[in-house]
């Protein structure tokens, strides 16, 4: 019996492990962005806008941050599979954007990169 309750258990922890564990690698990744971008509690605007409730939200709509013509216009709304595009290529998906980053084309990297990020609401606190 005992066996049993801590094999059960072995089994919910080993399934939550690799969940947080996306998001923990996304959080290494996330350095890359670092030197521009703020997210969590209290993220601000830095030299591009805080990331808080990426999911679902306009391009371009943080309050009191200064975006291009070409990020306001771009009409896009971010989720999975347009952040994933937007970061392999930033400005092969939006020519004139003013986000200098190069890119990131390694496909595990930007999904965990998105387990970390849309992971926050926001208030930049981590979603039940
Ligand atoms: C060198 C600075 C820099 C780096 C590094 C950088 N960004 Fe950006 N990012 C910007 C700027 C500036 C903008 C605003 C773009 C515009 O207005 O054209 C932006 C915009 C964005 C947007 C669009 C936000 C919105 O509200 O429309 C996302 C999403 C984003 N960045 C994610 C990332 C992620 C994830 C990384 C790391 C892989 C990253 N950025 C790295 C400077 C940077």
Redesign the pocket.
């Not at 890359?32 to 371009?60: F, Q, V, Y």
């Not at 930033?90 to 990169?113: I, S």
């Given at each position: 019996m005992r066996t049993l309750i801590v094999a059960a258990m072995l089994i919910g922890v080993s399934s939550g492990v690799a969940l947080a564990q996306d998001a923990a690698k996304g959080a290494s990744?996330?350095k890359?962005?670092?030197?521009?971008?703020n997210i969590g509690p209290g993220a601000t605007n830095?030299?591009?806008?805080e990331?808080n409730g990426?999911d679902g939200?306009?391009?371009?709509?943080?309050p009191g941050?200064?975006?291009?013509?070409?990020?306001?216009k771009?009409g896009?709304v971010?989720n999975k599979e347009m952040?994933e595009k937007?970061?392999n290529d930033?400005r092969g998906v939006?020519p004139?954007?003013?986000?200098?980053?190069a890119g990131?084309q390694n496909k595990h990297e930007?999904e965990d990169?998105w387990a970390y990020?849309s992971q926050f609401d926001a208030s930049g606190n981590v979603k039940k």
């Amino acid at each position: 019996m005992r066996t049993l309750i801590v094999a059960a258990m072995l089994i919910g922890v080993s399934s939550g492990v690799a969940l947080a564990q996306d998001a923990a690698k996304g959080a290494s990744v996330f350095k890359k962005c670092m030197p521009c971008h703020n997210i969590g509690p209290g993220a601000t605007n830095k030299i591009g806008p805080e990331l808080n409730g990426l999911d679902g939200r306009h391009s371009g709509s943080v309050p009191g941050y200064a975006y291009s013509e070409a990020n306001k216009k771009s009409g896009i709304v971010w989720n999975k599979e347009m952040f994933e595009k937007y970061i392999n290529d930033p400005r092969g998906v939006v020519p004139g954007t003013k986000m200098t980053f190069a890119g990131d084309q390694n496909k595990h990297e930007v999904e965990d990169l998105w387990a970390y990020v849309s992971q926050f609401d926001a208030s930049g606190n981590v979603k039940k």
